[in-house]
């Protein structure tokens, strides 16, 4: 199946700064999507972005597909981004389902 | 507006006790899904059902089995716990046009 690298696994910033979460995948996609789970266990969709960029106040993502890697960029970090960010990409081949990468660990420090 | 409801949010149980975890959508998304999260192993799938009816195997499924006799309810049942299936678990939905995945609260289950 595919396989799905995050980096950096973890990242602690001061409130304010800005930062830049990489999805790195082994297949050809046609969806991936981007969570945010909260220190309360909540799984929240960011984005659906199999390919282009889309953004969504603080938060943009970009995904390239041809080149097998999405970003999600935070600015201006607040202390309720802190978290777990995954990115799930669908392989273009195989069962056709999400596959977790093990995610990026993010605390904001007021 | 409710989306994906699980229940119960939490629950200990005795190993080898049987137990269901239930779950409820309202967007009548055809496709369900039961991941459980661990710690370091991240999200993996157990089950998954395309469409009322019909019911598949994911990642994780030993010691699991699921039901989908309508749209809206796709139960995760336990037939006889082991402490290592304690862990959270989520149930999520995605509607036949986009594939968008949508996660309930979770559960979070402790088999002693």
């Known amino acids: 199946g595919i396989q799905v690298e995050q980096s950096p696994p973890d990242l602690i910033l001061q409130e304010g700064a800005n930062s830049t979460l990489r999805c790195n995948f082994s297949d050809s996609v046609n969806n991936l999507q981007w969570f945010h789970q909260n220190p309360w266990g909540q799984l929240i969709n960011l984005f659906y972005?199999?390919?282009g960029t889309k953004q969504n106040g603080r938060l943009s993502a970009t995904t390239v597909a041809t080149e097998r890697y999405s970003l999600l960029y935070i600015s201006s970090s607040q202390t309720t981004d802190s978290g777990v960010y995954f990115c799930?990409?669908?392989?273009?081949?195989?069962?056709?389902?999400?596959?977790f990468g093990t995610g990026t660990r993010l605390t904001i420090i007021p | 507006t409710a989306g994906i409801t699980q229940a119960p949010t939490s629950q200990i149980l005795a190993a080898g006790r049987s137990m269901t975890l239930r779950c409820t959508q309202d967007?009548?998304?055809?496709?369900m899904y039961w991941y459980r999260q661990d710690l370091g192993l991240g999200l993996r799938l157990i089950h998954y059902?395309?469409?009322?009816?019909?019911?598949g195997k994911g990642e994780v499924p030993d010691g699991y089995s699921v039901s989908r006799a309508n749209t809206d309810d796709f139960p995760l049942t336990l037939a006889s716990a082991v402490p290592s299936q304690t862990s959270v678990y989520f149930c999520?939905?995605?509607?036949?046009?986009?594939?968008?995945?949508?996660f309930g609260e979770g559960s979070r289950l402790t088999v002693l």
């Open positions: 999520a939905s995605s509607g036949q046009n986009t594939g968008e995945l949508f």
């Open positions: 972005i199999p390919s």
């Open positions: 059902s395309n469409t009322a009816g019909t019911t």
């Open positions: 799930a990409p669908i392989s273009n081949f195989g069962n056709e389902k999400l596959t």
């Open positions: 967007m009548r998304h055809n496709a």
